[in-house]
């Protein structure tokens, strides 16, 4: 089968969350499986892009609406992410730095779908499926399925993977004419309260929709910010697949960011390494348990109680914890993070800002990794945990209850109901004690690296997906 995935992230391209390393990891395993995934992405003008070699395999203008635009089909030569990547060059509106956050982000990602399809739909063949990830690429089922100018590909099966139904990219019916022509009759297919939608809309017009795990598929039906009924009456096509790491990128006995190497059989060793390493830059104390958060602080990750459950289990033990942060987002948040270093020095850190080698070798040094999430449609972090040999600390939703069972349970992690600042502290407490029990602590790690959440199974069914749609 071919396999088309659109994206506006994609690992090592351009990261902003868990969706890049989905994009990033997901083809590459349909590829082992004998199939022909492809990526394509917005050309931002990032470290990546800028360092690798491309060829143009394709030049032509767009338009959305009155709108018209140059563009560019760019592949990386070199086949180095496993998959073939190709990039969209728009002068003016994919060639930024960042991702996401611009006045004119509707635009943007608009006429990278229109670039995108224009190119796939004077193809001599057609792929066998097109898969589109979020709302950023939203628009595409319905424009393959109801605009005239993409009637060669109407039978092209499209599929939605939603990676968080939180962000919908709703703008005004004051830019319907943005579309191509199509039948104005079907335009309810296009909106939702009001608004457009390019979340609802593809919920509706893809053939299946699949979330990043069970439990979220579940959960959306109650909470999906407005688009619950929407989800309810389309539960028939919807399936939850759970999200799998690269085990290739995120193996501590390969990996290149660690200070030291390990396996299961040297993690105690290992680990501690690793953890006299980020100590000594962070000016932490290796001898006592590091509890750490690697995210984005925002609310619906509950960064908003970070500091006062920081606060709160630094004052009741003491010299006898470290915690150690690294995120952005929230100004408020990163404020009060930052406030902490005065009042807690020596015991506690934070870095202000995302860095991929610091957050490897968190999760190679850390003991514990803290994520009180209000919403986690798989969460991919807790895996990275596991795989280093890092106790999770979660609260039961979404992907987290999927993949985290309590150790009261017989398990590897510690799990609470809420996310308020009494259940994520009273976890702490119970990890400062399971940590104590070494022994019990020793054989949990292990246990947790044996666990294999590698991308060969989602892949897997994937492709069984694809191979039923009618």
Known sequence: MEIIHISAECYPVAKVGGLADVVGALPKYQNKLGHIAKVVVPAYDTKFIRESEFEVTYDAWGNYGNHHFQYRILKEKTNKLGFDLYVIHIQGLTDRPNVYGYHDDTERFFAFQVATLDWIVQWEHRPDVIHCHDHHTGLVPFMVS??????????????????????????????????????LWKGGLLGWDDAINPLASAIKCAWKVTTVSPTYLEEMMGNARGLESLLRQERWKSVGILNGIDNEVWNPETDAMLSKNYSIKTVDVGKLANKTALCNVFQLDPSKPLFTFIGRLVDEKGADILPDIFYTALEQHGDNINILVLGSGDHWVEGRLNQLKDIFGGRYNVYIGYNEQVSHEMYAGA??????????PCGLNQLYALRYGT????????GLRDTVIDIGDGGFGICHDQTSIWDVTYSINRAVGFYNDKKAFKAVRKTMMKIDHSWDRAALNYIE????LK
């Not at 005004?172 to 199509?182: M, N, Q, T, V």
């Not at 003991?367 to 919403?375: C, E, G, Q, T």
């Not at 106790?391 to 979404?398: L, S």
């Open 146 to 183: 109801n605009c005239i100018k993409y009637r060669p590909i109407s039978n092209v099966p499209t599929v939605l993977t939603i990676h968080n139904a939180q962000y919908q990219g709703q703008f005004g019916w004051d830019k319907l004419y943005y579309l191509p022509a199509f039948d």
């Open 367 to 376: 003991d514990f990794l803290i994520m009180p999430s209000r919403v986690e």
């Open 391 to 398: 106790v999770p600390i979660v609260r039961r939703v979404g």
């Open 465 to 468: 997906l694809y191979q039923n």
